[in-house]
Structure formats: C-alpha cells, structure tokens
C-alpha cells in the first residue's frame, strides 16, 4: 500500500511538540463551544486561526499559550516543516468562520457539524500526529494538478 499523501513544503521547521500542543488547546476550546454554544468562544477560535495561518501566530494566544506550556512540560525536540500546518490553519480559518457565522445567525445544526469538525481534525493532530489538511492538500492537488496557489 502506497501513501499517496503529499503536502505543501517550505523548508521553515517549526516544533512539532509546539504544534500538537496548540492542537490540543483548539480540541478544548472546541469542546468549550460544544458545551456552551456561545459565539464569542467560535470568534477566539476563527482569531487565533487567522493569526496562525496569515503570518501572525506570534500574537495568537493559542500558540503563545502553547508556547509556554511546551517549555514546562519535559519533551523531546522534533522538527516539521511550517507549510503543511499553514495551510492546516488557514483551512482552520475557514471551518471556525463557518462555525462562527453559524453560531451568530442561530444555525445550530451547522455549527455543531462544524465544531465536530474542529474537534475531530484538533484531536488526530494533537494525539497523533495525523495533518487532515495534507489529506485535503491531496485531494486539492489531483483535482486541480496546474494549480501552484495551493
């Protein structure tokens, strides 16, 4: 069996250990919104995502907090390269301002959809590593081959 996955590559590392924090800190204020419905939580959310994924995770709060719990919490150093967790973000973006319009106007089918979503994509990353958005990537690039925007 081939893996037949492929991702966006920019040769930047970044720590994964930072990362899988960061996705377990969505995984719990995804389930936050789970439980309370309340919109302000799904604005934190499509914030934090804009911040990662459009150049300025240094002001995110969920990378900052990450950031402080993965120099408190004894782990080894591994290194992934950024692009794929880029475009995970900004794939992130769109799911929470979905969620987040949902929430707004009272559509709560649909926001519940979508924070199961977050929750399910925030938990195989965090727990085990898993990039749905390199899945999506692949899909992306066999239906659109000539595309270099992705």
């Not at 069996?1 to 250990?17: A, G, K, L, Q, Y």
């Not at 959310?45 to 408190?72: I, M, T």
């Not at 399910?120 to 659109?144: D, I, P, R, T």
């Amino acid at each position: 069996m081939t893996n037949n996955i492929s991702c966006p590559v920019d040769h930047v590392p970044i720590s994964e250990n930072r990362v899988r924090i960061t996705a377990f800190l969505v995984f719990l204020t995804a389930l936050t919104f789970l439980f309370t419905g309340y919109w302000p939580v799904a604005l934190l959310l499509a914030l934090d995502f804009f911040l990662r994924g459009f150049g300025y995770g240094a002001y995110s709060p969920l990378f900052l907090l990450s950031g402080w719990l993965g120099k408190h919490i004894v782990v080894s150093v591994k290194f992934v390269d950024r692009a794929p967790k880029l475009f995970a973000a900004r794939l992130g973006f769109i799911f929470s301002d979905c969620l987040l319009i949902a929430a707004a106007c009272g559509v709560r089918p649909m926001a519940y959809g979508l924070v199961a979503l977050l929750l399910l994509f925030s938990f195989l990353e965090s727990v085990f590593g898993f990039c749905a958005g390199c899945v999506f990537y692949s899909v992306l690039k066999k239906v659109f081959p000539k595309t270099t925007a992705l």
